[in-house]
């Protein structure tokens, strides 16, 4: 199918995902707006645009939408009701909602996490914009996120270690959203992504072990010790949220499907291969 002419607006272009949307979309020759609250020091691929916008401020919507065929929308947690009926106004044809499987989680949706991306959800479908919801599974860039000390320190102190989750390639949330925003194919109520294989915390952090090529040993805690070691950046209930998922799901197989494969025309990239061109990350 013939791919769409117009600019995309992405928002959250400083995000480990907005950034790589943005340079999917560049690197294919599309016309990209990047936005961010601030654009100082944003960085952005040659020829992007960039633009300063707040999606809880409409008053800066209608400069960053002009001309903007489509929209990579990042879940900004507050009301965004503003911006969303200014893109209908600019006669926005679709966008591409970054989501959570925590909206829809029999145990997490209540949670605060399912919540607040809820909320985003409901806004941009109460709005009319046509749109398409994305759940990327557990990714791939949570290994720096949540243990990267721990790593470098050789042992990582985690609850539920067996607990099985499916690493996603952030290069391949990016330019599925790449894909759905400059052609009309796969667009619909939802897109759940996954990486190709199920593994357990566990399993993950010896993947981490072999890439560096050197032990990383796990401690196992019970759930009391993981909230008492909380790391300080981590929202408390956020956390027990999640603990809530580990717990339930136990050492059950994580659900995997191909579409990526559907919408790329090629496998997902497995986690190793993640660890390999991040592997600077760990250093």
């Known amino acids: 199918m013939t791919e769409l002419d117009g600019t995309v607006l992405v928002t959250g272009a400083r995000g480990n995902i907005g950034s790589r949307v943005a340079a999917a979309l560049a690197a294919a020759g599309h016309r ?15 020829g992007a645009e960039t633009v300063a916008l707040d999606l809880t401020d409409p008053s800066g919507a209608e400069a960053a939408l002009d001309g903007v065929r489509t929209v990579f929308l990042y879940p900004t947690f507050g009301d965004i009701g503003g911006f969303l009926d200014a893109a209908v106004k600019a006669g926005v044809e679709h966008a591409v909602l970054l989501s959570s499987p925590a909206a829809y989680d ?3 949706h209540a949670g605060p996490i399912g919540t607040a991306h809820r909320a985003v959800e409901d806004a941009a479908r109460e ?35 067996e607990w099985r989750i499916n690493p996603i390639h952030l290069g391949d949330v990016a330019e599925v959203a790449a894909d759905l925003l400059t052609r009309e194919r796969f667009r619909g109520r939802s897109l759940v992504l996954t990486g190709p294989a199920s593994m357990s915390q566990r399993e993950v952090i010896a993947a ?15 759930r009391e010790q ?8 981590f929202p408390a209930a ?11 799901f136990g050492d059950t197989p994580a659900t995997v499907n191909n579409n990526v494969e559907r919408v790329l025309g090629r496998p997902a990239r497995t986690f190793e291969a993640w660890l390999r061109e991040e592997r600077a990350a760990l250093a």
């Open 32 to 46: 990209v707006r990047a936005s961010a609250r601030d654009t100082a020091g944003l960085a952005v691929p040659e």
């Open 208 to 222: 981490v072990a072999a890439e560096l090529g050197r032990p990383v040993e796990v401690e196992e805690l019970s």
């Open 106 to 108: 029999p145990v997490e």
């Open 127 to 161: 709005s009319g914009l046509p749109h398409t919801v994305l759940y990327p599974s557990w990714l791939g860039s949570n290994v720096f996120r949540d243990w990267k000390d721990q790593i470098l320190a050789g042992r990582v102190s985690i609850a539920f270690p």
């Open 226 to 233: 993981a909230l008492a070691g909380r790391p300080d950046w």
């Open 238 to 248: 956020m956390f027990d949220s999640l603990l809530d998922v580990a717990a339930n």
